[in-house]
C-alpha cells in the first residue's frame, strides 16, 4: 500500500520589489478522515480530527480579501473563490480566524493548499 506524503515550503516568505514587499503565507492540509461533506466548515489553522496540517496560520480579515489575495488549491487545481455561500463557487470564505467550506465533498487523501498573498509598503 502505498503512503501518502506531502511537503511544503516555508509557511512564509517574502519578496521585495518596488512597490513594497509581497508575503506569501501557506497552509497545507491532507484529508486523512473519511468524506468531509460540502458546505461545512473547515478551520484551516485548526481543522480538528482527520485532517493532518503543515503550515500556516493564516488570517482572513474578510470576504473581499478571501476574494482577492487567497488562493486556494484542491488536489493542485485552483479553485474559484466567492465571498459567500451565495455564489456557489468552489470555496467560499466563512469567518475571518481562517474559516472557509468547499461546494462539494472532500475526501480521504485530498489535499487543500491555501496561500495568502499579502503586499505590504516597503517603508
Known sequence: MAELGITCPPASSTATG???NLDLEKVSLIRTGGRFAKNTTLDINNP??????IGGPIVISGSTEFVEQ??????GLIQLPGENSGFDYDV??????GSIAFESDLHKHDVVQVWNFKTTTSG
Open 18 to 20: 518596488g512597490e513594497g
Open 48 to 53: 480538528g480530527a482527520g485532517w493532518t496540517s
Open 70 to 75: 487567497i488562493q486556494t488549491f484542491r488536489n
Open 92 to 97: 467560499y470564505f466563512v469567518a475571518p480566524n
